[in-house]
């Protein structure tokens, strides 16, 4: 609020800061020309042209006023509506926004094999499927094959396929097992020019999950990173040594000077790339620690150095930008909304990549026979969380997320991490972390839920655990032992005794309630271990226009085909108070069939 005063050489008119709609910035307008142009402005007619210039005014300064605001408020993350505003904002926390989800599991993959002379499998006939082979479900859903899968291996199951006139095996049925992911693979060429710094190289589909490869004519290699401050990433070679059969990978920090970073928005996805050239390269291979720790400079003692890891190489320009090249990019999309497919729907081999060890010695036929042969099977549903994140459900995990400081301590950065695992690698739907005060070092009990096709809550399976185990240990604490669980899913159906206004359709108001819970449970999902209140199904049956009160309200197991087989006591879960129902700790619940688990009467 502003003052007035008079002094020899200028008058301080008063002016009211806190006016900002219409109405009332209009009104000081009024109250400003009567008190200080109460002699030549006296024209207050709603009609006059005067008003029409204090209307002018105030709708300017209203206009001005609701874009400020706006414009304050969608610059913090914690009041921001616009949905690519929180996108753009959790960046800058570090959030990395995925819309296009992936969904992995584990397929059976049966080929028919030869005998040899003696009746056995013949061994120079066991191929190899290579990854990026591609397979399709009965809905048209894409699949990739993430890893070569051998026949000859021990593992695989053998039977006999085919006999002859005297019973002896002429082919046999090998069954091997594989992962993959949903999705096709994209490949596409970009004509790089001059150097520029911090190259974009935009991608021709948004739906991008993961990027496989990038490589310039030259043959150098780009590898996506974290973030372009990254210049060391973590390779699993093949271990050729004698212990091999126990630890078949070597873990080996590579340098990648030659590095960009994925950034996804709602229509759009593209490669970040750094703003050095490749003539300030000065090294591409890890540096010698000692190099960087005892730097003694002429001294004849050491001062205390911090070991920082990203000066093991000598680049300094966040990566180095490709410049007069092509890019080759090979990456994987998702095109449909939904990539998650029942059990024993994966059915249909589409691009097979299959090949055999001296393949000019073996016969043709045999080989084009093993081919036809093919076939794959899903025997467990393949899936994921394919729901697109809301603006509440994004702030939520970036304030988890940047709170961990890529470091797992508390329960919260456990379940946040577990949220941020990349969207190529699989995902969960819900997560609950709980310390095992029973086991001898306190283990971490993880419990995870996934959802189907038809977004109903299944158990996760086993491809997206081991990806979550490997995603876990690069932030979890040393001491820190988890193990991963299945959560328990418990189905509830609701049975409500209502009254309803006598001079109005009973039938009417009972399917608007019903109707109403149906919407309410809908758009309601439960976390592990969160409590089922009962007063909210009391609240949303009272807001029904014709309803005079409710009577009762029940929820009672669903159990039997289409359900869970979790078995769960109502009346001992209950509170006292009759409010709400408790949750166990590692168990969800669940309304599944609102259509008809939700049954209502009225009197």
């Given at each position: 609020m502003?003052?007035?005063?008079?002094?020899?050489?200028?008058?301080?008119?008063?002016?009211?800061?806190?006016?900002?709609?219409?109405?009332?910035?209009?009104?000081?307008?009024?109250?400003?020309?009567?008190?200080?142009?109460?002699?030549?402005?006296?024209?207050?007619?709603?009609?006059?042209f005067?008003?029409?210039?204090?209307?002018?005014?105030?709708?300017?300064?209203?206009?001005?006023?609701?874009?400020?605001?706006?414009?304050a408020?969608e610059?913090?993350l914690?009041?921001?509506?616009?949905?690519?505003?929180?996108?753009?904002?959790a960046?800058?926390?570090?959030?990395?926004?995925?819309?296009?989800?992936?969904?992995?599991?584990?397929?059976?993959?049966?080929?028919?094999?030869?005998?040899?002379?003696?009746?056995?499998?013949?061994?120079?006939?066991?191929?190899?499927?290579?990854?990026?082979?591609?397979?399709?479900?009965?809905?048209?859903?894409?699949?990739?094959?993430?890893?070569?899968?051998?026949?000859?291996?021990?593992?695989?199951?053998?039977?006999?396929?085919?006999?002859?006139?005297?019973?002896n095996?002429?082919?046999?049925?090998?069954?091997?097992?594989?992962n993959?992911?949903s999705?096709?693979?994209?490949?596409?060429?970009?004509?790089?020019?001059?150097?520029?710094?911090?190259?974009?190289?935009?991608?021709?589909?948004?739906?991008?999950?993961?990027?496989?490869?990038?490589?310039?004519?030259e043959?150098?290699?780009?590898?996506?990173?974290?973030?372009?401050?990254?210049?060391?990433?973590?390779?699993?070679?093949?271990?050729?040594?004698?212990?091999?059969?126990?630890?078949?990978?070597?873990?080996?920090?590579?340098p990648v000077?030659?590095?960009?970073?994925?950034?996804?928005?709602?229509?759009?996805?593209?490669?970040?790339?750094?703003?050095?050239?490749?003539?300030?390269?000065?090294?591409?291979?890890?540096?010698?620690?000692?190099?960087?720790?005892?730097?003694?400079?002429?001294?004849?003692?050491?001062?205390?150095r911090?070991?920082?890891?990203?000066?093991?190489?000598?680049?300094?320009?966040?990566g180095?930008?490709?410049?007069?090249?092509?890019?080759?990019?090979?990456?994987?999309?998702?095109?449909?909304?939904?990539?998650?497919?029942?059990?024993?729907?994966?059915?249909?081999?589409?691009?097979?990549?299959?090949?055999?060890?001296?393949?000019?010695?073996l016969?043709?036929?045999?080989?084009?026979?093993?081919?036809?042969?093919?076939?794959?099977?899903?025997?467990?549903?393949?899936?994921?969380?394919?729901?697109?994140?809301?603006?509440?459900?994004?702030?939520?995990?970036?304030?988890?997320?940047?709170?961990?400081?890529?470091?797992?301590?508390?329960?919260?950065?456990?379940?946040?991490?577990?949220?941020?695992?990349?969207?190529g690698?699989?995902?969960?739907?819900?997560?609950?972390?709980?310390?095992?005060?029973?086991?001898?070092?306190?283990?971490?009990?993880?419990?995870?839920?996934?959802?189907?096709?038809?977004?109903?809550?299944?158990?996760?399976?086993?491809?997206?655990?081991?990806?979550?185990?490997?995603?876990?240990?690069?932030?979890?604490?040393?001491?820190?032992?988890?193990?991963?669980?299945?959560a328990?899913?418990?189905?509830?159906?609701?049975?409500?005794?209502?009254?309803?206004?006598?001079?109005?359709?009973?039938?009417?108001?009972?399917?608007?309630?019903?109707?109403?819970?149906?919407n309410?449970?809908?758009?309601?999902?439960?976390?592990?271990?969160e409590?089922?209140f009962?007063?909210?199904?009391?609240?949303?049956?009272?807001?029904?226009?014709?309803?005079?009160?409710?009577?009762d309200?029940?929820?009672?197991?669903?159990?039997?085909?289409?359900?869970?087989?979790?078995?769960?006591?109502?009346?001992?879960?209950?509170?006292?108070?009759?409010?709400?129902?408790?949750?166990?700790?590692?168990?969800?619940?669940?309304?599944?069939?609102?259509t008809v688990?939700?049954?209502?009467?009225?009197?």
């Amino acid at each position: 609020m502003g003052s007035e005063f008079t002094n020899s050489k200028k008058k301080i008119k008063l002016i009211n800061y806190t006016s900002r709609d219409y109405n009332s910035i209009k009104d000081d307008l009024v109250g400003y020309a009567k008190r200080y142009y109460s002699e030549s402005f006296k024209d207050f007619n709603e009609a006059s042209f005067g008003a029409l210039v204090l209307d002018s005014v105030s709708y300017v300064g209203d206009v001005l006023s609701f874009y400020l605001d706006y414009q304050a408020n969608e610059s913090f993350l914690d009041t921001a509506i616009e949905y690519d505003n929180v996108i753009r904002l959790a960046r800058q926390l570090g959030y990395k926004y995925s819309a296009a989800g992936s969904s992995m599991g584990k397929v059976f993959i049966y080929a028919s094999i030869p005998a040899d002379s003696t009746g056995a499998p013949d061994e120079a006939y066991y191929p190899t499927l290579r990854a990026g082979s591609t397979f399709s479900s009965v809905d048209g859903t894409l699949f990739t094959l993430t890893e070569d899968v051998y026949f000859g291996t021990v593992t695989n199951e053998i039977l006999v396929a085919e006999v002859d006139s005297n019973n002896n095996p002429t082919k046999f049925a090998v069954r091997a097992t594989g992962n993959v992911v949903s999705g096709r693979t994209m490949r596409e060429t970009v004509t790089i020019g001059a150097f520029e710094k911090f190259r974009r190289v935009d991608l021709s589909n948004p739906n991008v999950t993961e990027v496989i490869s990038v490589v310039d004519s030259e043959g150098h290699t780009y590898h996506e990173v974290n973030h372009l401050a990254q210049e060391i990433v973590y390779k699993a070679l093949r271990n050729n040594n004698a212990d091999k059969s126990s630890v078949p990978s070597i873990l080996k920090a590579v340098p990648v000077p030659r590095r960009f970073v994925l950034e996804r928005t709602r229509t759009l996805s593209y490669l970040q790339f750094g703003y050095g050239s490749a003539s300030e390269l000065t090294n591409q291979s890890v540096v010698d620690p000692s190099k960087i720790t005892l730097r003694l400079h002429g001294r004849d003692f050491i001062t205390e150095r911090e070991f920082d890891p990203t000066n093991l190489t000598d680049t300094d320009k966040f990566g180095i930008a490709p410049a007069d090249t092509n890019l080759i990019i090979s990456y994987r999309i998702n095109e449909g909304n939904d990539v998650n497919v029942a059990s024993r729907r994966l059915t249909k081999i589409v691009a097979p990549k299959l090949q055999f060890e001296n393949m000019g010695s073996l016969d043709r036929i045999k080989r084009s026979q093993i081919r036809a042969s093919l076939e794959v099977l899903n025997e467990d549903p393949i899936s994921g969380d394919m729901t697109i994140p809301t603006t509440e459900e994004i702030k939520q995990r970036v304030f988890s997320y940047y709170a961990t400081q890529n470091r797992a301590v508390t329960i919260e950065d456990y379940q946040a991490i577990t949220y941020a695992m990349p969207s190529g690698f699989g995902a969960v739907k819900r997560c609950a972390i709980l310390r095992d005060f029973d086991s001898f070092k306190r283990n971490l009990n993880l419990y995870l839920m996934s959802e189907d096709e038809n977004g109903y809550l299944i158990t996760t399976n086993s491809t997206i655990k081991q990806n979550l185990k490997t995603w876990l240990s690069r932030y979890k604490m040393i001491n820190d032992t988890i193990d991963i669980l299945d959560a328990k899913v418990v189905n509830f159906g609701i049975e409500f005794v209502i009254v309803t206004d006598f001079s109005e359709n009973k039938f009417d108001a009972l399917a608007e309630a019903t109707t109403r819970l149906r919407n309410f449970f809908v758009n309601t999902n439960y976390d592990i271990g969160e409590p089922l209140f009962i007063t909210d199904i009391y609240k949303e049956l009272q807001k029904v226009a014709n309803v005079i009160d409710v009577l009762d309200v029940k929820l009672v197991a669903k159990e039997g085909t289409g359900y869970s087989s979790t078995t769960f006591d109502f009346n001992e879960h209950l509170s006292l108070d009759g409010r709400y129902l408790n949750a166990d700790k590692d168990s969800i619940f669940e309304l599944k069939y609102p259509t008809v688990d939700i049954q209502g009467s009225v009197v």
